[in-house]
């Protein structure tokens, strides 16, 4: 077979020259799309690197809180001064523990119960959070009145954001609110020991405060794994028996494909139309109370299902129609086809899929705030009944506070919160594997 070639010197090129021309062509284009590619992943890792960089720059030292250790004299003149414990125990819990704070780090500075102004100072360097915990002290064990006990407080959140550097010392001490006497005194009170940074156990232990120092995360934790557990317990089962049904048993009809187009919306709902929803039917229709777990799970619930369905059904999808096939030939029902051989294979996918539905739902806000998780709660809800808030909520109440030391605060939950979605990411990953099955 004889080849068609035209002379070099007429300008025309030849059948190979042709061939070897488009395949540069190709090879250029597919390099080409690698380095779109390889730059396009650089390009999104640069922008996670500077997310992660700036939250966890911002953030690290709200694990850390700075505490002072003084003796304090628990001066029966300011907390009982006419002996009335015995006969009215209310008198040990209104008692003016603040000054009794203040004096006592007074003395260890060297400053006059005379001086206004260095006192005033003096009890700006503490945290009020100290009325509470010496409160506490005294009333479990009055006996301490008249002593003088070594107790370890807060220190305020100014000063707390002095030594750890977030405030700039060398501007004008007008421009700054920890004063120049302020700051010899925290150098004073480092260099004897008595000041110094403790791991921040107050983070997951406290409520909510309007003191920085002393706000912590402790209810919103609580508040979170009430609502997960409720979603949980009923989007699983709920969403795996509808996936089964309507991939498995379902007849093909107009219903059928109207019930699927709708779920498929559903998944696409903004979250806020459902904390509408929750508003509607649980609170105002139901009665439930407002800023309770229980509400929040629900309205998660109904936000997550649609997931967990989608999910489900595509991992019934992958399993191969032979494992029916064969099960019914062996004289398998179709009930025992379902749930012998089809559902365990598909359980990677439905377990990763649940989880998926479950970190989403775990880092939703504005749902929350519709039904009143945006509350002010101190105090940790001992049931999914009680008032409570959410992680992600606590996130958004301490970004709109003034103080410089909700910065540090709003960034350490922030990164409490991505601590929670890896490990429930990397569960899913390890879940899958350890279920999955090769066929």
């Not at 979250?271 to 105002?284: E, Q």
Request: aromatic share 8%.
């Amino acid at each position: 077979m004889s080849q068609v070639s035209t002379s070099p010197a007429l300008g025309i090129a030849t059948k190979p020259e042709r061939r070897d021309i488009g395949l540069r062509r190709r090879y250029a284009a597919e390099r080409r799309f690698r380095l779109y590619g390889m730059a396009a992943i650089a390009f999104g890792l640069l922008f996670l690197f500077l997310l992660l960089f700036s939250v966890v720059s911002k953030g690290y030292t709200a694990f850390q809180q700075t505490m002072i250790t003084i003796p304090i004299e628990f001066s029966e003149q300011i907390i009982d001064k006419n002996n009335e414990r015995a006969t009215n125990p209310q008198k040990l819990v209104t008692a003016n523990y603040p000054v009794v704070a203040r004096n006592a780090l007074a003395k260890v500075l060297g400053v006059s119960e005379d001086d206004r102004a260095g006192l005033k100072a003096v009890n700006g360097m503490i945290s009020d959070s100290v009325r509470v915990q010496l409160r506490n002290l005294v009333t479990a064990d009055p006996s301490i009145i008249g002593t003088t006990q070594t107790v370890t407080v807060l220190a305020h959140g100014d000063l707390d954001s002095a030594f750890k550097g977030q405030i700039d010392l060398t501007v004008p001490e007008t421009n700054r609110k920890v004063s120049d006497k302020q700051v010899g005194w925290m150098n004073q009170l480092a260099e004897s020991g008595a000041l110094s940074k403790h791991f921040n156990t107050g983070l997951f232990t406290n409520g909510a405060s309007s003191r920085p120092e002393a706000a912590g995360v402790g209810v919103a934790l609580i508040g979170s794994l009430y609502m997960m557990l409720i979603v949980l317990v009923l989007s699983l089962p709920i969403g795996v028996a509808a996936s089964i049904y309507l991939e498995e048993f379902a007849p093909k009809n107009r219903f059928t494909d109207l019930i699927e187009v709708n779920i498929n919306n559903l998944a696409a709902v903004p979250s806020i139309v459902y904390g509408l929803l929750g508003l509607a039917v649980f609170i105002n229709f139901a009665g439930f109370p407002r800023s309770a777990a229980l509400v929040g799970g629900l309205v998660l619930t109904l936000m997550t299902l649609p997931t967990i369905i989608i999910a489900t059904r595509a991992a019934l999808k992958a399993v191969p129609p032979s494992i029916r096939a064969a099960a019914l030939g062996l004289g398998a029902s179709r009930m025992q086809t379902v749930f012998h051989h089809v559902l365990p294979l598909a359980m990677p996918g439905i377990l990763t899929g649940t989880i998926i539905g479950l970190a989403h739902a775990l880092g939703e806000t504005a749902p929350l705030l519709l039904i009143g998780m945006v509350a002010f709660v101190a105090d940790v809800p001992a049931t999914p009944m009680d008032p409570a808030t959410a992680l992600p909520v606590q996130i958004y109440m301490w970004a709109n506070e003034a103080e410089r030391a909700f910065v540090e605060r709003t960034s350490g939950a922030i990164i409490v919160l991505l601590i929670f979605l890896i490990l429930m990411n990397v569960g899913a990953i390890l879940l899958r594997r350890r279920f999955e099955r090769r066929w």
